[in-house]
């Protein structure tokens, strides 16, 4: 395990308010031990919802890699990716962050790599608003001419537990056609669609699209993502913005391919709350419109909080369609918001990975 030199004092720095105790007591530690390294995880994602799978996982999964979305068009992420041709880093160092244990060392890095430079007197310009760990990664970029080795270094550094790739190492541009009344789950007709929405940033604010797709249309996967799925034990999928998250992964043709036809068992989380991409959905919807995309995608078990189901016989239905049982369990954070809370969503994952093995 990595350590702080020893020579020399070093401040210490303010740490998040990540614990390393599970205040819930959730966790089996007999369980976690049933897990070898060939029940290895893939994670899909991006954003918030992808870092509280990750950070779940990281406590219970021997093998962990996460592959994550390249559409990003925003903030820090849009700005290097304009000013210097690279991947949008954004999602890719939250994953990384959040894979950092809950050592002195590891929850540093994490608050290192999330932390933000402000200007206050040219906002928008220069260092304003450039996540440090966004820099670090497009520097070993550049350095190293490969994505993949480069956040492999990144990972090192950090000492994260687990590894992360991009969905693509090609920047990719998500679109959709927003009609207001349509059906998400179903293709918008012709007449219907009023405007298309390009961009992630955009997108993610609107509800009523149909017709999401990526841009270039048949840009490669990344192999060694590809390589991952192929060879998982478990694939999850899920929780996190719905079209600009988690319906990516499905888009990419051979991305989508590999998810389909790989043997791993396939775990979809839902979100415990409805955002601007989903105030049109309900909990069922959000599964109808993963098999619309993919229809040749078949999941093993639906994971959702009863709370936030509109209509638990509906989401049992949905997933019967995909061949899917729910596992029902509580996993809101203790203020009923609506953030997963990663030791509830470890121990469900825990139950559910045990009595599928």
């Known amino acids: ?18 614990r ?25 994602g991006g954003g918030h919802g992808l870092s509280a799978s990750l950070s779940a996982l990281r406590l219970l999964a021997p093998a962990l890699t996460a592959v994550v979305t390249v559409a ?61 760990g966004n820099l670090l990664i497009v520097t070993l970029w550049q350095l190293l001419g490969d994505p993949v080795e480069g956040l492999r270094w990144a990972g090192a550094l950090l000492g994260a537990r687990g590894q992360v790739l991009p969905m693509s190492c090609v920047p990719l541009v998500i679109e959709g ?50 390589t991952a799925i192929e060879e998982a034990a478990w694939v999850v999928l899920g929780p996190g913005s719905w079209h600009t998250s988690v319906l990516p992964h499905l888009l990419l043709p051979q ?43 078949r999941l093993d078990v639906v994971l959702a909080d009863p709370s936030a189901a509109e209509s638990p016989k509906d989401v049992e239905a949905a ?8 596992h029902w369990d509580s996993l809101r954070d203790r203020d009923g918001g609506s953030v997963h809370n990663p030791f509830k969503l470890a121990a469900a994952y825990q139950q559910i990975m045990n009595a599928e093995r």
């Not at 997933?319 to 729910?326: D, K, R, S």
Request: glycine share 6%; aromatic share 2%; charged share 25%.
């Open 255 to 297: 991305l989508r391919d590999a998810i389909c036809a790989s043997p791993a068992r396939k775990l979809v989380t839902l979100n415990l709350s409805r955002d601007s991409e989903t105030l049109s959905m309900g909990s069922g919807d959000q599964l109808r419109v993963l098999q619309r995309y993919a229809p040749d995608l």
């Open 72 to 132: 990003d068009d925003g903030g820090s992420s849009g700005r290097l990716r304009d000013d210097l041709g690279v991947l949008p880093p954004g999602d890719l160092r939250m994953a990384l962050a959040a894979l950092c244990d809950d050592s002195q060392w590891g929850r540093t890095w994490s608050d290192v790599m999330q932390h933000r430079f402000s200007v206050k007197h040219h906002p928008d310009e220069g260092l304003d608003n450039h996540a440090l």
């Open 319 to 326: 997933a019967a369609q995909l061949g899917a049982v729910v």
């Open 20 to 44: 390393d105790v599970d205040p819930y007591h959730s966790l089996d530690p007999s369980a976690r031990d049933a897990l070898t390294d060939a029940d290895s995880v893939v994670a899909l």
């Open 177 to 226: 056609d927003v009609s207001p009344g349509s059906d998400p789950t179903v293709a918008c007709p012709p007449e219907s669609i009023t405007r298309t929405v390009t961009g992630q940033s955009r997108l993610a604010k609107e509800a009523d699209v149909c017709n999401v797709r990526l841009s270039p249309e048949h840009a490669p996967a990344c192999p060694e993502a590809v």
């Open 1 to 18: 395990m990595n350590s702080f030199p020893t020579t020399g004092a070093l401040p210490r720095l303010p740490l998040s308010s990540r």
